[in-house]
């Protein structure tokens, strides 16, 4: 049965937002049986990336605010790959209420519209949006909460793609449970990216009967999220989930390591490098007979394009849900798909129970 299209909107239209609309048009004739790499399926429990639609759209920038989506993805200080030519859309960024999205660092950079600002519950409504993915900058915490009280009245699901936390929140994962809402977050876990490489790592050396003794991950980038995040008080939210996220792994196989002998998070801005981002690893062991060892990694990876598909499978998760009035955080999808799920699996199981999760409620 042919399903109506995902309608989505979209708040905070910076690299990864561009990367997500670039994709839309990149493999927007995709056939049902055609590969498409950063997606665990074309059709996904009956619903391709055509039936993806940006129905409106919200920023604070003046390059952004009042352009068309197709531009405006590409305004600046945006400077993510440019993979694909995105057609005029006929959404225009609405103007947003600016509470805490903005930063020290990046205060220079990004100008605050001035335009009228709409009610974001009707404009919402109107657009018959059924999805909000959220891309605000790391620490705003006030509009982060804003957008999710919204979403709960204008009845809309949530993708939180950053680290306020929403679904490990008690308060507010009761609310989404109490409205029948679903949400998949916190904090979107990029195909294979520093994360993902970190934790898988770390399984193996635990599979492999050796304990994690001391390890880092130092990460730098020339984007905006890194220029944001140079400012410490900001990043905290970050340095939380990117640490978890790994040392959960640990705890699954029954161990722990102590948080000195842990540093894991964002760690400069380099302007010439935009949105390349470089990471460093690094897992200090123990061979048999307590025979030291370690292993050193260096990832570099385009960021944006790196969590874009995976966003896309997380908006047809969410989709899945409300088809089945299910609310609430979707603990599996969110766990396959986030840095901070409610509840953490490894990710071969998560991958698993996703699939079942599809399963279970494709028409
Ligand atoms: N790149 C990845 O793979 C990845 C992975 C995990 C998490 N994230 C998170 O996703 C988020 C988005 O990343 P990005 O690289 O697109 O960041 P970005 O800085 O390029 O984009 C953020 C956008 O939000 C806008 N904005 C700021 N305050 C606003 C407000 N109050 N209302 C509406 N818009 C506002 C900014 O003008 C900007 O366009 C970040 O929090 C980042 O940490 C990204």
Not at 82 to 111: C, H, P, R, S
Request: with cysteine.
């Amino acid at each position: 049965m042919k399903k109506n299209k995902i309608k989505i909107a979209v708040v905070g239209i910076g690299n990864c937002a561009s990367s997500l609309v670039q994709g839309l048009t990149y493999y927007k004739s995709a056939k049902e049986n055609d590969k498409i790499f950063g997606l665990m399926h074309t059709n996904f429990g009956g619903y391709t990336i055509a039936d993806i639609e940006v129905v409106v759209a919200f920023d604070v920038n003046t390059t952004k605010v009042g352009k068309d989506l197709a531009d405006a993805i590409y305004a600046h200080p945006n400077n993510t790959a440019v993979f694909a030519e995105v057609k005029k859309t006929g959404v225009i960024v609405q103007n947003a209420q600016v509470l805490d999205g903005i930063g020290e660092y990046v205060k220079d950079v990004i100008k605050i519209s001035d335009k009228k600002i709409a009610d974001p519950l009707k404009v919402l409504k109107d657009s018959g949006a059924t999805i909000l993915v959220n891309y605000l900058p790391v620490g705003s915490q006030k509009a982060v909460e804003y957008w999710a009280d919204i979403c709960l009245k204008a009845k809309v699901g949530m993708v939180n793609c950053m680290p306020v936390f929403i679904t490990t929140d008690k308060v507010w994962s009761k609310k989404f449970v109490d409205a029948n809402i679903p949400i998949v977050g916190d904090d979107i876990k990029a195909q294979v990216g520093a994360t993902i490489v970190h934790r898988v790592l770390t399984n193996l050396f635990l599979d492999r009967g050796m304990p994690i003794d001391r390890t880092y991950q130092l990460n730098v980038g020339g984007n905006t999220d890194f220029q944001n995040m140079l400012e410490r008080k900001r990043l905290k939210s970050k340095e939380i989930s990117k640490t978890q996220s790994v040392t959960s792994q640990i705890g699954l196989h029954g161990e722990s390591i102590k948080p000195e002998n842990v540093h894991i998070g964002p760690s400069d801005y380099v302007p010439w490098m935009k949105d390349n981002k470089v990471a460093f690893m690094r897992i200090e062991s123990r061979h048999f007979g307590d025979v030291p060892m370690h292993i050193e990694v260096r990832l570099s990876v385009e960021d944006s394009p790196n969590s874009a598909g995976v966003v896309i499978d997380a908006i047809r998760c969410c989709r899945l849900a409300l088809d089945n009035s299910i609310g609430g955080p979707l603990v599996e999808p969110s766990s396959y798909f986030m840095k901070s799920p409610p509840k953490q699996y490894t990710d071969t199981v998560a991958r698993e129970k996703v699939e079942e999760f599809i399963e279970r409620y494709r028409k």
